[in-house]
């Protein structure tokens, strides 16, 4: 099997929920929900050859929007929305 | 590839959760959810390829509500609701 | 192209999450997710040659029913669930 | 057309989110799922017409069953999850 | 009709969301999804009809471990996350 | 019946929702989805018959992230997003 790299497998890259900025915020969300399918499905292989018919249908992509729309509430709130600074 | 232009690639335009009214923090949402598409397609062929289809067939379009709805829950938070000068 | 009237278009008509009791609220609601429709597709006959199918398709009058839930939660939570006067 | 009475088109019925009991708050949730298809879709014949498919379908049910979900989490929250007298 | 019997029926079983742990707050997610489907679908012979199906498509369950994804959130709002003994 | 064994069955393993870092919250968050899933689902045959198509169908694995995301918003709030020692 091809493994994804063991970067791509860690949950929460970094260890924190906490960033410098909204626009960190929202690469984490993306991240976080990225890592989520590695550690469901680890074959690259698989990964990559779903992606061409995933991402290109329209549909595909406003669920995988959903999901990091639903990260980001998370982050969000971990920054308390980055108001101190934002 | 005729890419997106790289002001639709950025995740949080204008760096901030924070809108001066709910209208504003409504398009921020509307933007939010576009870009995350942008980002997992940066194809802008495929995306307006898409598009005839996706934006003529309800359900496409009220699964995109619902992304913007997600969307909208975070930032109005972030606005307090917008509650002292709403 | 027979384009959606300009106040369909207005994101949060009335430019508040605030309203007076409930019922106004989930009508709020209603109006939310259905002017995110129209300024994704803002052609009024795509959006009413829709409407037949759609309206009778009870999986989609669910789907349309959890956008008004989604968007209820925060127009809920900005009048602090009209607990004062409700 | 057969339209749906009047007491089912009230999106809030009893105007308030407050119950007195969690079974109350429950009963609610279910109900303003219910009158949100209503108002979009108030054709009592088709309401019904749908009914035996949608009904029987495991994945219909479980959609129906999320909206209520959503519902509930706004009204638990409006009552404090009843925690005064739980 | 073989109806769903009667404590199948209640909404809210034991009429709180409070339990002494997460595992029996898990249980009650579970529960107030399941009787959720019942108040909507009181026949059982339909229920179990659609069981084998339902219970064998990865996608129904998915569907299904959502909602209770979403039940389990109000239910540990409602019991401060069991932080105090957990 | 090749059941699933019964540390698989658990609800919340560990008891408790607090958890030391969110590298652990998140897996959490996994475990959770999959107990779901077990204990609506509890023969291992069929669990296993499935995994083959929904872990290679994009679609099925973004629901699942979706799930994964839900769960962990329950996580993070409970661990107050890990921000004492994060």
Redesign the interface.
């Known amino acids: 099997m091809n493994r994804v790299p063991e970067e791509g497998m860690?949950?929460?890259p970094g260890?924190?929920?906490?960033t410098r900025?909204?626009?960190e915020?929202?690469?984490l969300a993306?991240t976080?929900?990225r890592h989520?399918?590695h550690?469901?499905?680890p074959d690259l292989d698989?990964l990559l050859?779903?992606?061409p018919?995933?991402?290109?249908?329209?549909?595909?992509?406003?669920?995988?929007?959903?999901?990091?729309?639903?990260?980001?509430?998370?982050i969000?709130?971990?920054n308390d929305?980055?108001?101190a600074g934002?």
Not at 15 to 18: A, D, K, Q, R, V
Not at 53 to 74: C, G, K, M, W
Request: overall charge positive; charged content about 15%; cysteine-free.
């Open positions: 860690v949950l929460v260890g924190s929920l906490i900025t909204p626009e915020g929202r690469a993306i976080l929900a989520t399918v550690n469901i499905q698989i050859g779903g992606r018919n995933y991402s290109t249908t329209p549909d595909s992509l406003t669920r995988a929007a959903q999901v990091v729309a639903i990260e980001f509430q998370t969000a709130a971990a929305y980055w108001r934002g």
